[in-house]
C-alpha cells in the first residue's frame, strides 16, 4: 500500500504562495492512485481542497480555493503537489495528502472515499 507524506508547509503572509508536495514514504507508485488534499483547521471538520484523477486529466476543487489553488501530479516522479497562491488566513490549516484505493479511478470530495493518510504539513497564513 502506498503511504503519503507531505512536505512544504509553512508560514506566509497573506496574499503569498506556497506549494506542497506529497510523496510516496513507502516507494510504492502513487501512478494509479486517484490522489486529494484535505486540510483541517483547530476545531473544524476536515474538509475537501483539491483532487485529481490517477491520469491527472480530471480535477475537482472546494468553491473556496477555486482559481486560487492548483492541483498537480507527475507520476514519472512520483509526487503530486498543491500550489496555492493568493493566501488567506482563512487558509490556515494542517493540509493532508490522501490517496484512493486503485478500484476508484476517479477525484472524490469525500474524505470517506480515501484510503491512505498522510500525517500533515502545517501551513499558517498571518494578515
Known amino acids: 500500500q502506498v503511504q503519503p507524506v507531505e512536505s512544504g508547509g509553512g508560514s506566509v503572509q497573506a496574499g503569498g504562495s506556497l506549494r506542497l508536495s506529497c510523496a510516496s514514504a513507502s516507494g510504492r507508485t502513487f501512478s494509479r492512485y486517484a490522489m486529494g488534499w484535505f486540510r483541517q483547521a483547530p476545531g473544524k471538520e476536515r474538509e475537501f481542497v483539491a483532487a485529481?484523477?490517477?491520469?491527472?486529466?480530471?480535477?475537482d476543487y472546494a468553491d473556496s480555493v477555486k482559481g486560487r489553488f492548483t492541483i498537480s501530479r507527475d507520476n514519472a516522479k512520483n509526487k503530486v503537489y498543491l500550489q496555492m497562491d493568493s493566501l488567506k488566513p482563512e487558509d490556515t490549516a494542517v493540509y493532508y495528502c490522501?490517496?484512493?484505493?486503485?478500484?476508484?479511478?476517479?477525484?472524490?470530495?469525500?474524505?470517506?472515499?480515501?484510503?491512505?493518510w498522510g500525517q500533515g504539513t502545517q501551513v499558517t497564513v498571518s494578515s
Open positions: 490522501a490517496a484512493r484505493s486503485t478500484d476508484y479511478s476517479g477525484p472524490s470530495s469525500n474524505k470517506d472515499n480515501y484510503h491512505y
Open positions: 485529481i484523477r490517477w491520469s491527472g486529466t480530471t480535477t
